[in-house]
């Protein structure tokens, strides 16, 4: 199976103009970025390239050894970015992993139980079990930002059968679950996404979906619309946080690494 891993990267942002540059500990976040994306396909052999609309981010691309493309600035998301770059530059790639520019810290095997398991849906993409402690957390986050976290649901083989904003299942008779095991019933979803190229070029062709617009998430498209989702369970990261959206995420990120280690310099 051919895979290509897609960077798209945007110059462009309104809570955060030329997040992709941004310097985190001395190393670009773009640079981060690419280097979880080689890391993880090198077992695969998976080309890696970056998708931008920006001279900026091509220059800087060059500048660390990576293959970008200039894709349309027009096009309106990030999956939109990755069809056009793997029309570009893969067109004969089965398998398109979409890693978001602004997710330097998402950990290489996320990426790489994704190709594992690339056969398994039209769609792959990672949830984690979690622990007892980790859903209180989530529940305090929650009433405060109701948006934030989003929880899956899954059968015995993975299939995803559906995410929500909402902390799904409900639990009966939790007490004694957590008596009797220190891990959960709730999977939370981690916005990463594998693609089968049929699976992406029919998505491009779809438009919003009802519950997709109720709780404001891409993947019920998918599920609404009859293609296949597989979650694959991986391991919790070792850093709390994988996306950027804000300057503050940023300073945020460095913290983190100072504390647990950078990745990029092991």
């Known amino acids: 199976m051919k895979t290509l891993i897609v960077i798209p990267a945007r110059f462009e942002s309104k809570r955060f103009p030329g997040k992709p540059l941004h310097l ?23 080309r890696v390239v970056i998708a931008t609309d920006d001279q900026r981010i091509m220059d800087h691309a060059k500048a660390i050894g990576a293959e970008a493309v200039m894709t349309d600035s027009a096009l309106p ?26 997710a330097p810290l998402t950990p290489p095997g996320h990426v790489s139980a994704l190709i594992e398991a690339a056969a398994k849906g039209d769609v792959v993409t990672p949830v984690v079990r979690l622990s007892w402690e980790k859903l209180d957390d989530l529940r305090r986050r929650k ?27 409900a639990i009966r008779n939790e007490e004694k679950l957590r008596a009797a095991a220190p891990l959960s019933p709730v999977f939370q979803h981690i916005g ?33 619309n009859g293609l296949s989702v597989h979650a694959v369970e991986v391991a919790p990261s070792r850093l709390p946080m994988s996306g950027i959206d804000t300057p503050a995420d940023a300073e945020h990120a460095a913290a983190m690494l100072a504390q647990h280690g950078d990745p990029h310099l092991s």
């Open 24 to 46: 985190i500990n001395g190393v670009s976040m773009l640079a981060r970025t690419a280097e979880v994306a080689r890391r993880a396909g090198q077992a695969s052999g998976a």
């Open 192 to 224: 990463l996404y594998g693609y089968s190229r049929a699976a992406l070029e029919r998505i491009a062709s779809l438009g919003p979906s009802h519950y997709e617009e109720l709780e404001g998430l891409e993947q019920l498209r998918f599920i609404e």
């Open 143 to 169: 009433q405060t930002t109701p948006f934030s976290g989003t929880s899956c649901i899954r059968a015995a083989d993975g299939r995803a059968l559906w995410f929500s904003k909402t902390i799904i299942p």
């Open 77 to 102: 998301s990030g999956t939109d970015r990755a069809r056009a770059a793997a029309q570009l530059v893969a067109p004969d790639a089965d398998f398109i992993v979409n890693l978001q520019g602004d």
